[in-house]
């Protein structure tokens, strides 16, 4: 395992390297409409990301590798964006269950910094990474990352097949479908407001795990992806600001997807399955300690997504997409310690947990849009990870909870004849969060008196690119 994590770690820093210090022909940027000459809404619906039109998909899938800018902005390899915002619930928080420095309620906050390094390296190579600072921990921490070592593509008569290899930092950054966790909308939350306790594990293994993967994208259709992630050191993860989440992985733990899309008239396509186990030794006292001294923790999930996009000719987009994700879980670890410790427990390793996302957005002239979305998640009674506590607890040990958000979003640049393009770019958007069950209950669901409804949530951001 060591192995496979160090010559991980050795190609990333390779790529990053070259990133920084190439100044050939390459033309490797890191804002990718520099790169390509196109402007942002070839690639984005509503020209601001991240979510991917079919020529999106094709350029990650082609590992940030295309071409076509001139000037001299082609050779940029460094750009950022920030985010800014204010939230307001419909209940104040308890006092002391706040982040650090703000307020129970009504709150503005500069959300997050973030610094790309990201393009095209040769005409076989390419990715990003990025690094972000975090206002309501005050923290700095390596981010979403994606690196493509080697992808070609190869003629087989009348059929192309593209082939490619991906070193990322978390299940599905790599991904080119906005259903999959690490680009599903909502695209930007509060980090003031609540969010449910219950996640499938392959949420958690975001930034603080690294894997190898191999992809086969035939015919612009069909895309086949395998690899396998462990998680890094304790040393590095608290060196890069992140932490173990469920724990520390034993072997590595292997990752499948499929996906089949259809492209026809303006207008595309797609349905697809993933499949994501893990094996890990659990957390304990602290985010960088785990243990196997009682057992391990086994998940396994299984996921169906799918999506259309009605594309035109740019006055009218319609995008509908959605997955349901299915965990299976062996808390051998996490169940036997709680049992140790709580004499006369005997509560059982075998749990479940589903989560569903749906989402349909309307964009007219890539401006404007609105968004409605529906999340539920429900699973198996267990009161060894959920128990009573305020706000962020369940009364009656379930993880249920249910979602509907409502957004409508402005977007005034990353259009053909937009000012200043392309480095001016601009979202604003206002959301809605209304939350009929919440960690297992409508009313009383924590069991100190706060109902669902009172983290409803209004959402008003801006996010800004350069």
Known sequence: ???????????????????????????????????????????HVGGFGPQLTPFGRAFKIGGYTQDGGTGWEQYMRVS?????????????????????????????SLDQVSVFLAGRVTEHTGGFMQFTWQDTNNQVYWDNTDLR???????????????????????????????????????????????????PSIYDFARNSIGYTAYAWYDRSLYVEAGGYTTLSTWSLARIGNDLGPGSTQGVAPYLRVAYEWDWNDQAAYIGALYFQSNVNPTTTGPWDSTGAFGRDHYRDYAVDFGYQFIGNGTHRVNLMGIVTYENQNLEGTTAAYNAANPGSIYGPHTNLTKSNL???????????????????????????????????????????????????????????????????????????????????????DGYGRNASGNNTIFLYAWTAF
């Open 359 to 445: 989402t349909a957005s309307y964009w007219y002239q890539n401006t404007y849009g609105v968004t409605a979305n529906w999340a539920k998640w429900w699973g198996s009674y267990n009161p060894v990870l959920f128990s009573p506590s305020p706000v962020y607890g369940s009364a009656n040990g379930k993880p249920n909870s249910n979602a509907f958000v409502l957004e409508a979003d402005w977007v005034p640049f990353g259009k053909e004849d937009s000012w200043l393009r392309p480095w001016a770019n601009l979202k604003i958007g206002l959301q809605y969060t209304i939350w009929t069950q919440f960690n297992g209950g409508g009313s009383n669901y």
């Open 1 to 43: 395992m060591r192995h496979f994590q160090t010559r991980c770690a050795c190609l990333g820093a390779t790529l990053v390297a070259v990133l920084l210090l190439d100044a050939s022909p390459s033309q490797a940027v890191p804002n990718f409409a520099m790169q390509t000459g196109q402007p942002c809404i070839m690639c």
């Open 149 to 199: 070592p080697y992808t070609t593509e190869i003629d087989i008569g009348d059929h192309e097949l593209r082939i490619g290899t991906s070193v990322n930092n978390g299940p599905t950054v790599q991904d080119p479908y906005n259903t999959t966790y690490a680009w599903e909308y909502p695209y930007y939350l509060s980090a003031l407001a609540p969010q449910p306790s219950a996640t």
């Open 80 to 108: 950022a964006f920030v985010q800014g915002s204010f939230t307001n619930t419909q209940s104040s928080l308890p006092q002391g269950t706040q982040p650090q420095h703000y307020g129970t309620n009504n709150n503005f």
